[in-house]
């Protein structure tokens, strides 16, 4: 089993991502200014509520010590390595699929945001918070609200939850639970979101409408986080919130 030490885990400074494209087919926004929104929106809306600052870069060839941000056309291209796994160097990488984005009438800033969000507080997609009965909820930034967008630059991101979205009691009035403030209380989600839940150590997904567990059907989900969290060889069979 591999060791993953602190540093590389994100503790030991302020991680820099290197942002490298190998899609073939348009992400919809030039790269070098997808990136700068990126970097822009996190600064301005993620950081001040999360408090971990980070620092992205286009490149073609990542430094050993550096995250990654890797644009492919679709899954197929990533292998083995999956959505979201470490680097040869143990660092953590996450892979954006243009390809499978688009065919799913995604916008590919929409998934970059997403992925990036998530990968700075949960880099290595292993951590859960309990709720009031046990149930125990991912660490997953934007799932809960992830078909909800705001706009950096003209560029639209994804919506995010607060910290307060894992914090199983009650809150004060007026306390936010995500960017755009549509959730009104911990582990909750709009009709267009779902979360990853684990009880008794069984994994499966909740989701927001009937609506939405149709189309998160439809999408490819090969290697995605969500199945990431999945034990080895456990089939998940989707479940509706009620």
């Known amino acids: 089993m591999r060791t993953i030490h602190a540093a590389q885990a994100g503790q030991g400074g302020m991680p820099v991502i290197a942002c490298i494209n190998k899609a073939t087919v348009d992400l919809g926004v030039p790269f070098d200014k997808l990136t700068a929104a990126l970097q822009k929106c996190f ?73 990036l969000f998530e990968m700075v507080i949960d880099p290595i997609a292993n951590l859960w918070a309990e709720a009031k009965d046990g149930t125990e909820y991912a660490y997953e930034m934007c799932d809960p609200v992830e078909e909800d967008v705001f706009k950096v630059d003209g560029i639209e991101m994804s919506n995010f939850v607060h910290p307060a979205w894992f914090e199983p009691f009650k809150h004060p009035p007026g306390t936010k639970f995500d960017h755009l403030g549509l959730l009104k209380k911990p582990f909750s989600m709009t009709k267009d979101g779902y979360v990853i839940v684990k009880k008794k150590g069984k994994v499966s997904e909740v989701f927001g409408s009937k609506a939405k567990a149709a189309r998160f059907a439809r999408e490819r989900r090969l290697g995605h986080r969500s199945e990431y969290r999945k034990p080895d060889g456990q089939v998940i069979k989707p479940k509706r919130k009620r």
Not at 55 to 61: D, E, S
């Open 43 to 115: 600064d301005q809306h993620f950081l001040p509520i999360w408090g971990y600052p980070v620092k992205l870069y286009n490149t073609n060839v990542a430094r050993p010590r550096d995250w990654q941000f890797v644009y492919f056309d679709d899954a197929d291209e990533a292998g083995a390595l999956g959505y979201h796994d470490l680097t040869k160097d143990g660092q953590p990488v996450s892979k954006i699929f243009v390809k499978t984005t688009l065919a799913d009438n995604e916008l590919v800033s929409v998934t970059a945001s997403h992925e």
